[in-house]
């Protein structure tokens, strides 16, 4: 029988979405004020890999990540996407409809060995949490490099992302206690 352990602590992530680039800063000002400090900021990746977000979200929509400097537990993946929702309604309702939903914030996290998304959607390969919200391993760290998965959205799958998440990775292995690390 295996011993149950506390929690790796994690590094908080959030990946962006929005087409107004006014609509970034205070974004980000609100997600630091949920999460604490930021540590990391992605480059702009066009996002052109699907039009599902366009009727709300409008056209030539871009990508950003942030990651957070405080490793937190988890088990805390539910609030954050709670949270992260809330702020999405408060964006929308300051936009006055114009677009309707002026960001997309996906609240996740990273280790040493995975990034993992929340979600309000149910499929296959996503597991309940607890408060309507689910988690998905959205992509692997194995033979030093990303993997995708069977259901891996198209545009993590593409590689775009790599560079930025594998710099995300390393400050996470540098700030989390050795024991913390795995590979």
Same mark, same amino acid.
């Given at each position: 029988?295996? =011993?149950?352990q506390?929690?790796? &602590?994690?590094?908080?992530?959030?990946? @962006?979405?929005? /087409?107004?680039?006014?609509?970034?800063?205070?974004?980000?000002?609100?997600?630091? /004020? @949920?999460? /604490?400090?930021? %540590?990391?900021?992605?480059?702009?990746?066009?996002?052109t890999?699907?039009?599902?977000?366009?009727?709300?979200?409008?056209?030539?929509?871009?990508?950003?990540?942030?990651?957070? %400097?405080? @490793?937190?537990?988890?088990?805390?993946? +539910?609030? #954050?996407?709670?949270?992260?929702?809330? *702020? %999405?309604?408060?964006?929308?309702?300051?936009?006055? /409809?114009?677009? +309707?939903? +002026?960001?997309?914030?996906?609240?996740?996290? &990273?280790?040493?060995?995975?990034?993992?998304?929340?979600?309000?959607?149910?499929?296959?390969?996503?597991?309940?949490?607890?408060?309507?919200? *689910?988690?998905e391993?959205?992509?692997?760290?194995?033979?030093?490099? #990303?993997?995708?998965? %069977?259901?891996? $959205?198209?545009?993590?799958?593409?590689?775009?992302?790599?560079? $930025?998440?594998? =710099?995300?990775?390393?400050?996470?292995?540098?700030?989390?206690?050795?024991? =913390?690390?795995?590979?």
């Open positions: 029988m295996g =011993q149950v506390p929690p790796r &602590l994690v590094t908080p992530l959030v990946a @962006l979405l929005f /087409g107004r680039d006014e609509d970034y800063p205070s974004a980000r000002d609100a997600l630091e /004020g @949920l999460f /604490g400090p930021r %540590e990391l900021e992605s480059p702009l990746y066009p996002f890999f699907t039009d599902y977000y366009r009727p709300t979200m409008g056209s030539d929509l871009r990508r950003r990540f942030i990651t957070f %400097e405080r @490793l937190a537990d988890p088990a805390a993946l +539910p609030d #954050w996407k709670l949270a992260t929702n809330a *702020l %999405e309604a408060r964006f929308a309702a300051a936009s006055a /409809g114009a677009p +309707p939903r +002026p960001v997309n914030l996906d609240a996740g996290y &990273l280790t040493a060995a995975k990034l993992v998304l929340a979600s309000t959607k149910d499929f296959a390969h996503r597991l309940y949490l607890r408060d309507g919200i *689910l988690a391993i959205t992509l692997s760290f194995r033979g030093g490099a #990303w993997v995708a998965h %069977e259901y891996t $959205f198209p545009d993590y799958r593409s590689g775009l992302y790599d560079v $930025f998440l594998r =710099q995300a990775r390393d400050a996470h292995l540098r700030k989390a206690p050795a024991s =913390q690390a795995c590979l």
